[in-house]
C-alpha cells in the first residue's frame, strides 16, 4: 500500500512539472510574439467614410476634433456651421510600421463637399423682412434707433435670427434706420377739438364703443400738461391701480408689451382702420395676435411709463389719425 501511494504522488509530482513548464512556455511565447507586433506593427485607427476605407490616423480624437472645429464654421466670419454629407468611422487595428498615417487626407475627403450655412439677422417691418445686418447687437441698436425717433411703425419692427445658405447683403445701422423711419402723421385739430364734450374732429367709426374702466377723466385730449412734451392724443382716466380695463369693442391685439412712454400698452384693431390704445397698464391680459370680445379684460390699470399716477390713457384711431375719445365714450 505505501509503494502504491509513492508511485501516485510521483506521477503527480511529473505532471505538475510538465504543467509548470508548459505555462513557462506560453508565457514567454506571448512576449516574444508581444515583441514582435511592437517591432513591426503600429496600433492604430482604420478610417472609413461612408462604408469605404480612407485611410489610418494614430490619433482618433485629435481629428475628430479637427473636423468637428470645420463643422462649427469657427473658420469663416458670420457662418453659422458646415454640413458635410457623413462623419468618418474609426476601427482599431494594427498597422504595419512601414505604412505611414494620412490624417490631411482624411480631412479633405470628409470636408470636400461641406455645405456652409450662414447666420444673420432680418430687420422686419410688419413681419416682412426689409433690411439685414451681420449680428444681433447691430439688428437692436436699429431699433432702438427707430424708438428714440419715434417712427410711426416701431411697433411693427421686429428682429428674425436667420440661416441660409448664401449670404445676404447687409446694411449698414444707419441706413437701416433712415429707410425704415416713418413720420407720424400729422393730427390736424380744429379750434374747438379739445373741448369738454366737443363734436368737432368728429369721424364715423363704423362700430360702437363702450367704456373700457369707470372713473375720473384726469387729462382731455389735445392738452398740453407740464408732464409731457407733446400735445395730448387721448384721454386719460384715473382709477386704482389693478382696476381691470375692458375692450371698447372687439378686435384683434396688434401690440401687447412695453412701448417707450406708454410703458405697457395694448393695442386692438377692430377693421376698417379703427383702432384702440390703452397704455400706462400694470398687468397686460392678452398677446399679439389674440382676438376679443367687447368687454373682454385685456389688462389693468397701473402707473408705467410716463405717468405720474395710476389711470388708464385711452386713443382712438382711424387710419392713423387719433381723434377725441370722447366723441364715441364717457
Known sequence: MGVFKISILKKIAVTT?????????????????????????????????????????????????????????????NVAFIQVDAMPTYKLCLLKKDINTNDDEIYSKVTENGTPYYKYYAITDDKKEKFYVSSFKEAEKVIEKLEDKDSANQDELGIVEKYDKKIKK?????????????????????SNAYSSGSSSGYVSLGINLINPISGTITSRYGSNDSVRDHTHAGIDIGA???????????????????????????????????????????????????????????????????????????????????????????
Open 17 to 77: 512539472r510538465k504543467s509548470i513548464k508548459l505555462i513557462v512556455l506560453i508565457f514567454l511565447s506571448a512576449i516574444i510574439l508581444l515583441a514582435l507586433v511592437v517591432l513591426f506593427y503600429n496600433p492604430t485607427y482604420e478610417v472609413s467614410l461612408n462604408g469605404e476605407v480612407i485611410g489610418f490616423t494614430s490619433n482618433k480624437s485629435k481629428l475628430q476634433e479637427r473636423i468637428n472645429d470645420y463643422t462649427s464654421g469657427n473658420e469663416e466670419e
Open 170 to 190: 447687409f446694411t449698414s445701422v444707419e441706413k437701416c434706420v433712415a429707410k425704415l423711419y416713418e413720420e407720424k402723421p400729422v393730427v390736424v385739430y380744429s
Open 240 to 330: 386704482p391701480t389693478g382696476t381691470s380695463i375692458k375692450a371698447a369693442a372687439a378686435g384683434t391685439v396688434t401690440f401687447a408689451g412695453w412701448s417707450g412712454g406708454y410703458g405697457y400698452c395694448v393695442k386692438l384693431d377692430h377693421g376698417n382702420g379703427v383702432t384702440t390704445v390703452y397704455a400706462h397698464c400694470s398687468q397686460l391680459l392678452v398677446s399679439s395676435g389674440q382676438s376679443v370680445s367687447q368687454g373682454s379684460i385685456i389688462a389693468k390699470v397701473g402707473s408705467t411709463g410716463n405717468s405720474t399716477g395710476p389711470h388708464l390713457h385711452l386713443e382712438v384711431r382711424k387710419n392713423g389719425i387719433t381723434y377725441n375719445p370722447q366723441n364715441y365714450v364717457y
